[in-house]
């Protein structure tokens, strides 16, 4: 099943070069906008001394090319942009370790695919999940992966249930979350069928827009967007992706506003 999601994912290099400015149509779907962009990082408990180790574990992981790897496996091409430095372990922190090896739980966006997703065994896989598993290999320690979504993860935080969370926007950091160096970036596009009616912003005049509730982020720029609020009747939040492109391809909602990547991914597995 891996094999066959990597094999997926990896064709989201073509769908997304051809779908790079507005107005380009790939896949039965046409860029009408980017609303913006998000800039992925790892969070942390704001003040928690896990930050700045993580934060170095993620730097020396763009060092030595493996979030690059990650990038090029499960999303076709090398989009980090972090370029990170390798980072000498502190030696009180080295022999603390090793007197008591630790878990850390690490949360990843659930239904997110290509960045977290359940297979068929229902194992965890994708782009968060290996970088995941990655920081347990820098930091000397096992990784067990947790689900959350942007809604719960300041909560899930505090409450000590993750200690970190792999792949959320920098842009939701609210009080205690800290945010670490962001290692790439993923565009936020309005988009409708190809063979619709809705090619512009005032083609959507009266229309019903769908974006997934959890990615809070798309949802924020979607209401902050003046023209697409000048035109559009509402903001239909669905609860996955799997209704968002159920809406939007039914023809329920006359447009979407999805992740580039998720969106492509979505796409290809119809």
């Known amino acids: 099943m891996v094999k066959k999601l990597t094999a997926l994912f990896a064709a989201l290099t073509v769908m997304l070069s051809l779908l790079s400015g507005c107005g380009e149509s790939a896949g039965g779907v046409r860029v009408i906008d980017e609303l913006g962009v998000k800039h992925l990082a790892v969070y942390c408990r704001e003040g928690d001394t896990l930050a700045e180790k993580v934060n170095d574990a993620m730097n020396t992981l763009a060092a030595d090319g493996t979030l690059s790897t990650a990038a090029q496996k499960w999303l076709g ?18 022999e603390e370790e090793e007197a008591a090896p630790r878990t850390l739980v690490v949360g990843v966006e659930a239904d997110s695919a290509p960045f977290a997703d359940e297979d068929e065994n229902g194992e965890w896989v994708g782009m ?30 505090a409450s000590g249930n993750i200690d970190c969370a792999v792949g959320f926007p920098a842009e939701i950091a609210a009080s205690g979350m800290a945010a670490g160096d962001s290692y790439m970036q993923s565009r936020v596009l309005l988009v409708s069928l190809a063979d619709s009616e809705y090619s512009s912003y005032r083609s959507l005049e009266g229309a019903r827009i769908a974006c997934r509730s959890a990615d809070i982020y798309s949802v924020q720029l979607a209401q902050g967007s003046e023209d697409l609020n000048k035109y559009a009747q509402f903001l239909w939040k669905c609860s996955d992706v ?28 119809l």
């Not at 920081?135 to 719960?152: A, K, N, S």
């Not at 968002?244 to 006359?254: A, D, K, L, P, Q």
């Not at 979407?256 to 979505?266: F, P, Q």
């Open 77 to 94: 091409s090398d989009v980090i942009t972090l370029k990170g430095a390798e980072s000498e372990p502190d030696e009180d922190d080295t």
């Open 128 to 157: 968060s999940v290996d970088i995941a598993y990655a920081l347990g290999g820098v930091l000397g320690w096992d990784v067990r992966i947790q689900p959350v979504t942007c809604l719960d993860l300041s909560a899930q935080l």
């Open 242 to 269: 799997a209704a968002c492109m159920n809406s939007f391809t039914s023809g329920v909602s006359s447009a979407a506003v999805m992740d580039e990547y998720v969106l492509s991914a979505a796409i290809n597995s």
